[in-house]
């Protein structure tokens, strides 16, 4: 007989009554909130400075995204989800590009 424990034959953090955080627990509690409303808070506590850089980076990297898009191989996935990070900072650069026209008295 051995005596020593085997460890592969032991419950791990994820088999335990009791912990809720983990989805194959069963007592597993679903989150009350979502992703999509922790980048609302996000969003809502940044600078205003902070969120015009961003969206600034975003607008300038519009040329690159669509570049890259065209010339590399991406899996479907990440080929959609590229698409529509490049689908996005060309908006916020047609957008920033209608603003600053609007600004500089261009209502083109």
Do not use: C, Q
Request: charged share 30%; no cysteine; net charge negative.
């Amino acid at each position: 007989m051995n005596s020593r424990p085997d460890y592969s034959r032991m419950p791990g953090p994820g088999d335990l009554p009791g912990d809720s955080t983990n989805p194959n627990s069963p007592d597993y509690v679903e989150p009350a909130f979502d992703e999509t409303e922790a980048m609302w808070s996000v969003a809502k506590s940044m600078d205003h400075d902070d969120a015009a850089e961003i969206f600034g980076d975003l607008a300038d990297t519009s040329g690159w995204l669509d570049w890259l898009l065209r010339n590399s191989i991406l899996p479907k996935g990440a080929r959609s989800r590229f698409e529509m990070l490049a689908h996005h900072a060309r908006e916020m650069d047609a957008k920033r590009s209608r603003e600053y026209r609007i600004l500089n008295g261009d209502p083109r």
